[in-house]
């Protein structure tokens, strides 16, 4: 007993480089995560697993080992998709270890010159830019449309680019045909008004699926929600705190408290799993800023997943039949970051004609990850093979999902196999049910 009192005071306030992993120490090395752990499950090593990560970002706070390319090889592998904190019954808060062992590996081993170029133009001249991230994705649009992807990949051109461009150009997903633009920024409610809420607008969701944006609206307006999309927002963080950069992550989170604030809305409701996650922990990424503490902490309360929202109550007027059978796939940080598992799947039950067929390690994460299949290539490639091949055994006509980066991946693999499978985000489906009530 005296032991472990004096163990515990040992480690209290453990930090790495001044941000605290004293989180660490809630675990008790019992193994119930090992068999929840995609990189384990692939690999079967210890260094690969939560606990043996953990075991690692607390011996390098401690100062007992370096950050060596061994040790950056294996924190580099987790997916962060908490997985693991769904299964423990410590309760260890696994994303915040693996966001700050993140950070210091980006400050002592930030990579090569075309690494840190890449990192750069996506985490701050595009994420953080609406404008260049809309006439990127543009660009990629007609990059694929008008026949040079098709070019650039026969002639073989890709093999003089360094090897890492060829990879990202191999993975670039064919982007969706349509694109709508912004929303207004005040959608009235319909009907009897249940709440004034604001909607987060994204940066990836806006510029490539700026659709679901638009359904979302209408979801909410005709659920009673008066929606305010302000136009000032920008990225929440939520990438860049994944990725190591916490000091950009800090300033978004504050830029975003700041602009919903204004707003004057009574939930902030996000339709992308990682966003609605990581503004969910606004309270704990600021808890030591002295002007923004209690602020994030109100706000990190009012942030809602559109599932979450809509769920809380039986859904207004009618929907029209959708004869489709379909199958769901958990987002990781819907189902493991927020702990949302029952709402999609009754909202997709509620609208007539559905058939929900259950989908074998439907949350187990696709290998997207953010930029995970990006960044971690092979891995996210066999994670992907694994998903659709479950997919396909379900005999599903399409899969929902509720996150881009899901949507993304999930269309890769199946484009990959030649499956005729199609994705939805989950407010497409529901509109689609509401447009076809109009219709009846």
């Not at 193994?31 to 692939?42: D, F, V």
């Not at 929606?227 to 927002?233: D, I, K, M, R, W």
Request: with cysteine; glycine share 10%; net charge positive.
């Amino acid at each position: 007993m005296l032991e472990t009192a004096a163990t515990d005071t040992a480690f209290r306030g453990l930090t790495l480089n001044g941000l605290s992993v004293e989180g660490v120490n809630q675990c008790v090395h019992c193994g119930l995560c090992l068999s929840y752990c995609p990189t384990y499950s692939e690999l079967g090593t210890e260094m690969d697993s939560p606990r043996g990560r953990i075991f690692l970002i607390k011996s390098l706070a401690e100062q007992r080992i370096a950050l060596t390319d061994s040790v950056v090889n294996h924190l580099g592998l987790c997916l962060d998709c908490r997985a693991c904190e769904t299964a423990c019954p410590s309760g260890v808060p696994y994303g915040r270890l693996i966001e700050v062992a993140r950070a210091e590996i980006e400050r002592q081993r930030p990579g090569s010159r075309l690494r840190q170029a890449f990192r750069r133009v996506n985490l701050e001249l595009l994420l953080a830019n609406p404008a260049a991230l809309s006439l990127l994705t543009n660009l990629l649009r007609f990059y694929q449309r008008s026949g040079l992807q098709s070019l650039v990949r026969g002639s073989g051109m890709l093999g003089l680019f360094p090897q890492m461009l060829g990879e990202w150009e191999r993975l670039l997903p064919k982007l969706p045909d349509t694109h709508e633009g912004p929303l207004p920024e005040l959608t009235p409610a319909q009907g009897e008004k249940r709440a004034r809420v604001g909607l987060l607008a994204g940066c990836v969701q806006q510029a490539v699926f700026g659709s679901h944006n638009h359904a979302t609206a209408r979801l909410l307006a005709r659920n009673g929600a008066e929606v305010v999309t302000p136009g000032a927002q920008r990225c929440c963080g939520a990438l860049h705190a994944h990725a190591g950069a916490r000091a950009r992550a800090v300033a978004l989170a504050r830029q975003t408290i700041d602009c919903f604030e204004g707003a004057r809305v009574d939930a902030v409701i996000a339709n992308t799993s990682g966003c609605g996650a990581h503004m969910k922990g606004y309270a704990h990424l600021l808890q030591d800023d002295p002007d923004y503490a209690e602020r994030a902490e109100r706000f990190s309360k009012r942030v809602q997943d559109i599932a979450e929202f809509l769920g809380r109550e039986p859904l207004r007027g009618v929907l029209g039949r959708v004869e489709m059978r379909v199958t769901y796939h958990d987002p990781c940080h819907v189902v493991h970051g927020q702990k949302i598992r029952t709402e999609p799947r009754r909202l997709l039950r509620a609208i007539p004609g559905i058939t929900v067929t259950e989908l074998h390690e439907a949350d187990w994460c696709c290998g997207s990850a953010g930029i995970y299949n990006l960044t971690q290539p092979e891995m996210a490639e066999r994670l992907l093979r694994r998903k659709v091949a479950n997919l396909e055994a379900t005999g599903a006509e399409a899969v929902v999902t509720a996150n881009p980066g899901c949507i993304i991946q999930i269309l890769h693999g199946l484009e990959m196999r030649g499956g005729k499978m199609r994705v939805y985000h989950l407010v497409e489906i529901l509109d689609l049910a509401y447009r076809q009530g109009e219709r009846a």
